[in-house]
C-alpha cells in the first residue's frame, strides 16, 4: 500500500516558506520521497501501518494550505504510467520488505 500526499502551501512571506519546507523535511523524515514537487509517496506494508503514517502527516500540517493524502494499493501504484517529454519511464519499485519475527 502507498500513501501519497498532495500539497499546496504559500511561500509568499518568510514564515510561510519556513513552514513549507518544515513540513517537507518532516515527509522526508518520515520516509516519503518526492514523486514531484508537492507530490511526496511512502510504501507502508499494511493498512495499520499506512494509518500510523497518515496521524504522523496530521501531526506536522502546517497552518496555512492544503495538504491531501491519498492510499492506493501497490497494484494501482505499479500501472502509473510516467512519461519524461515523450519517452516513458518504470515507476518507482516496490522496497523489499525486511521481517523480524
Same mark, same amino acid.
Given at each position: 500500500?502507498?500513501?501519497?500526499?498532495?500539497?499546496? @502551501?504559500?511561500?509568499? $512571506?518568510?514564515?510561510?516558506?519556513? +513552514?513549507? $519546507?518544515?513540513? #517537507?523535511? +518532516?515527509?522526508?523524515?518520515?520516509?516519503?520521497?518526492?514523486?514531484?514537487?508537492?507530490?511526496?509517496? #511512502?510504501?507502508?506494508?499494511? =493498512?495499520?501501518? +499506512?494509518?500510523?503514517? =497518515?496521524? #504522523?502527516?496530521? +501531526?506536522? @500540517?502546517?497552518?496555512?494550505? =492544503?495538504? #491531501?493524502? @491519498?492510499?492506493?494499493?501497490?497494484?494501482?501504484? =505499479?500501472?502509473?504510467?510516467?512519461?519524461?517529454?515523450?519517452?516513458?519511464?518504470?515507476?518507482?519499485?516496490?522496497?523489499?520488505? @525486511?521481517?523480524?519475527?
Amino acid at each position: 500500500m502507498w500513501v501519497i500526499t498532495m500539497f499546496d @502551501l504559500p511561500v509568499d $512571506t518568510k514564515e510561510a516558506r519556513k +513552514a513549507y $519546507t518544515n513540513f #517537507r523535511k +518532516a515527509l522526508l523524515s518520515d520516509g516519503f520521497v518526492m514523486l514531484q514537487f508537492s507530490v511526496y509517496a #511512502r510504501h507502508c506494508p499494511s =493498512e495499520e501501518n +499506512a494509518v500510523v503514517h =497518515e496521524r #504522523r502527516v496530521k +501531526a506536522f @500540517l502546517p497552518e496555512d494550505g =492544503e495538504v #491531501r493524502l @491519498l492510499k492506493i494499493t501497490d497494484k494501482q501504484f =505499479e500501472r502509473m504510467k510516467v512519461f519524461y517529454g515523450k519517452m516513458r519511464k518504470s515507476t518507482e519499485k516496490t522496497p523489499e520488505q @525486511l521481517s523480524f519475527f
